[in-house]
């Protein structure tokens, strides 16, 4: 062999390492497309018509569960688990309450996006914040109270609270107020503005989403009686308010990024002292966990945890009447029951669900008592396999699942949530990781391939640049 032939094996050789690295490439991609098509595919868990609606397993009391995602919609299954009432015409759906002494009948907020440019919208996107009262039996639907407001982003009503016959107390995330309103006059006769206590330095962005009041419960019994607890989400706190005196200092739970306390809180619910309280029932919406704290003296102290591995974005907890736990997990997709041990005894899938009520219960589950009068004992560390989203696997083997573990587990936990929450629903840890290694496995291509062609070209990158044969 002369010397002349040994470039061209070269060559021969480089053109034959290329293309095993192309078909490499290509394998990798089409099985991660063939991973993320069968996810999309199989449609996954959807609730946004009611022909699609999972039947819940039977339970004691109707159950009413709100969604706010990519679709509003309410839904009310019956105790055998059928679904008796649904309704998808708002934009999005919030906290939902029975109405004293009308079984089948709950007042709920919810929020109509305005896209249009009108006589109610000037500059689109604006939203009709509304509370509605629905007859579960009949379908019919009544207005109690609504407004119109500017914008579309943080722009809703995520709660109300009914005081009394004519009052209720809202939650106002567009103007970070709580007020009481008068719904037969439509006049305002009480409000908070969080400015009046917190630095607008602090929370969110200002004016954009600065404290994000997602929350408020009118206190009916025991020491914070006629006091309005609320939940600001971007301080990390739950407070109190006395309609006279305004904020409660000394009663606040939690503090702005104390995260290790609660971290972009959602729904916490209350326990008066007659129940084993005073005590809070929250979600920890950011740190995947549903915790309940204990009023002893003058402090908050955690006394009760729950958590599974597919805990994802919990965003509301009742304590019920029989010292089981509702829960709403918004990114886990699903409604559960929680009883006394810690055990999963009753779930329902949802697509993206907000908040869940046990009808016959009460107000937020009247009567359910605090994790220390029961002697509840903490779950921290995950029991079981589940988990959201597909994914392929052999011999029990699940590399992709375990790729995206790892994403989850990696990036920040409110990252990771923006993702889920910006994604379609079908997709979990494993498609999440099938869409990174496509990703990757292109951008490595891509540049390779541009490398081989400036290197065919007799380009090579020096300190300086120069060209062979050149000067």
Known sequence: MTDRQ???????????????????????????????????????????SEEELPEAPPTENHTVITESGRAGTITAYAPDGEPVYYNNTRTKYFDVDPVENESMTIEYTATDTIHTEGPTCSAPPCALNVVERANLSTGEVDVIYERYDHQETAGEWHDADRINETHIAIADIVADQVFIVNTETEVVDWLWD???????????PYPGDWAHINDVEYIEEGEMAGNLMASLRNQDQVVFLDPQDGLVEDWTLGDENEYDIQYEQHNPDYIPESEGGPAVVVADSENGRIQEFQRNGSEWTRSWEWSDNQMQWPRDADRLPNGNTLVTDTHG????????????????????????????????????????????????????????????????????????????????????????????????????????????????????????????????????????GGN
């Not at 969080?194 to 969110?204: L, T």
């Not at 990252?415 to 997709?427: D, E, K, Q, R, T």
Request: without cysteine; hydrophobic residues 40%; proline residues 4%.
């Open 6 to 48: 040994l470039p061209s094996l070269d060559r021969v050789r480089a053109v034959l390492s290329r293309n095993r690295l192309r078909i490499a490439f290509a394998v990798l991609i089409l099985v991660s497309v063939a991973v993320v098509a069968s996810a999309a595919t199989s449609g996954g868990l959807s609730t946004a």
């Open 194 to 204: 969080a400015q009046s206590d917190f630095p607008v330095e602090e929370g969110g």
């Open 333 to 468: 997709n699903r409604v559960m029951e929680l009883n006394e041990s810690g055990d999963i005894v009753w779930e329902v899938g949802s697509t993206l669900p907000y908040e869940a009520e046990r009808l016959e219960t009460g107000d937020e589950s009247d009567g359910g008592q605090s994790a220390s009068e029961l002697g509840l004992e903490s779950q921290t560390e995950a029991e079981s396999n589940s988990g959201g989203g597909g994914g392929s696997s052999l011999i029990g083997i699940d590399p992709l699942g375990a790729i995206g573990d790892f994403i989850e587990s990696t990036l920040p936990h409110r990252i990771y949530n923006g993702l889920l929450f910006a994604s379609p629903v079908w997709m979990g840890s494993s498609e999440f990781a099938a869409v990174g290694i496509a990703l990757l496995t292109g951008i490595v291509w891509v540049g390779l391939e541009i490398r081989w062609q400036l290197h065919d070209a007799g380009i090579r990158f020096r300190r300086p640049f120069y060209r062979n």
